[in-house]
């Protein structure tokens, strides 16, 4: 029998008590049932909770930790990082994307995302040439989620320009290069690996590299229900090069040329104006939230507490991987309101006032949405994606239930995630990965060939 009996279970409804929880061999939940027995034989876990949604990745950007913390001659800021970044993308081949890949998904995994959306560019050669198989680095990332296990939303880039009007590309950025056709062709290349972990969505890379004509052309080809993603408004240059460009800031901009909807991730949308906010939480578009990435590259606060008031949906992703826990992600996000605004318990509602639990609830749902997977919440039909927390860990000592998941978030610095379940199969035990020593030697090979160049 594929199951597990929680004494304490997150289930849309709130926290419940004696929870017998079944998934089938594909890997979906068929039951989940409360107040039951726990029938013998059947593993019981104290506090279980669906695992977290990393709605927004650059995978090979885990291999760039520590090494862009040195500072300039002039100024820093997300400009200058770019150039660094383009430099070291330049050098990366297909099978070191792959171990780079596994390595941070098996960290994700460890530590409560059991999903990840991949905002894929690194699509061609270092001499700029497509590969003979277009989608070859797409595919590499996939084989790399499902080595270690996450479900991953794979999320082919337009990459077309170099910034608003259709500028020319740099030579540094030549592997990013796609046109409108190339995406679909790597879409449809990636066709028969959707399957229960794997979906395949589309993600212009921002309005300066992709052109609204193109990317009107792929969303029309794409299917209904496959997710669209967009970098927008991150940096305060950004908004400037598209007033100059269009009269228009990014999300007005945006939202004046394509119709948004609830199947559009807008990530970071760090610079809003208060009728941006509204306009964007009424359309059911997610924001997608990287409060650790947006401070490592000094982008700003998202304006939360007025999103929230209007009733938006956001998510977290861990973007350029400084970070690769939901905790932390969480915690900044809610952290970074309060020193805004100095304030406490920024992220709440008055019909949820426990900041632990709103945080992870709504992440949840704005994760799943982006994902466009059947994610989110411990319910029948949904994919077996759970984490069970070290009840015997002293920041869960005798805690009441209703302040779980404010201790998961908010209290110390230990990884309180020990077991992780993910479409089914058991890939993270006793806080170890199940192929953790292997996939982190690969990994390991990887940097030594890349610090060499």
């Known amino acids: 029998m594929n199951a597990l009996f929680a004494r304490h279970a997150l289930l849309p409804q709130g926290w419940c008590r004696d929870v017998l929880l079944a998934w089938d061999a594909a890997g979906d939940l ?57 430099r070291f993308a330049r050098q990366i081949t297909p099978e070191q994307i ?29 001499q700029g040439a497509l590969y003979a198989r277009p989608a070859e680095t797409a595919e590499k990332v996939i084989q790399a989620a499902r080595l270690s296990g996450i479900g991953i939303t794979m999320l082919p880039v337009l990459y077309s320009h170099a910034g608003f009007g259709e ?19 790597i879409i449809e290349a990636l066709a028969p690996l959707r399957d229960g972990q794997t979906e395949v969505g589309f993600a212009p890379h921002s309005l300066r590299a992709a052109s609204v004509g193109q990317i009107r052309e792929v969303v029309a080809a794409l299917p209904p229900e496959r997710p669209v993603h967009i ?48 306009q964007m939480a009424a359309s059911g578009a997610v924001a997608g939230l990287c409060p650790t990435t947006e401070a490592n590259l000094g982008d700003g606060l998202f304006p939360l507490a007025e999103f929230i008031s209007a009733g938006g949906s956001f998510g977290i992703g861990s973007d350029s991987h400084v970070s690769q826990s939901p905790v932390e992600e969480l915690r900044w996000l809610e952290y970074g309101q309060r020193l805004l605004r100095q304030q406490r318990n920024i992220a709440a509602t008055p019909e949820q006032r426990q900041v632990g639990d709103y945080l992870w609830r709504t992440a949840l749902q704005g994760g799943a949405q982006a994902a466009g997977r059947k994610l989110g919440a411990l319910a029948p039909g949904k994919r077996a994606d759970l984490l069970v927390l070290d009840d015997a860990h002293v920041n869960l000592a005798g805690v009441a239930l209703a302040d779980v998941l404010g201790s998961f978030l908010f209290c110390g610095n230990d990884n309180l995630v020990r077991d992780v379940l993910c479409g089914g199969q058991w890939q993270v035990r006793h806080g170890r990965h199940l192929a953790q020593d292997a996939i982190a030697a690969a990994y390991k090979r990887t940097l030594a060939q890349l610090r060499a160049l």
């Not at 792959?98 to 270092?126: K, M, N, P």
């Open 30 to 86: 068929t039951a989940v049932t409360a107040n039951a027995e726990p029938p013998a034989g059947v593993e019981v876990a104290e506090y279980v909770l669906p695992g977290m949604v990393n709605l927004h990745s650059h995978a090979f950007q885990r291999a760039l930790g520590g090494m862009t913390e040195r500072a300039g001659e002039q100024a820093d800021s997300f400009w200058t990082w770019r150039d660094l970044m383009y």
């Open 98 to 126: 792959a171990s780079i890949a596994a390595q941070l998904f098996a960290e994700c995994l460890r530590h409560g995302y059991t999903a990840v959306c991949e905002f894929h560019y690194l699509q061609r050669d270092a």
């Open 167 to 185: 500028q020319p590309l740099k030579p540094e950025q030549a592997r990013f290069r796609t046109d409108a056709d190339d995406v679909l062709h």
């Open 231 to 278: 970098h927008i408004a991150e940096q305060q240059g950004e908004v400037r090069q598209c007033l100059d460009f269009s009269g228009r800031r990014p999300v007005q901009y945006l939202y004046d040329q394509l119709d948004v909807d609830g199947r559009w991730c807008l990530v970071h949308a760090t610079h809003l104006q208060p009728d941006e906010v509204v």
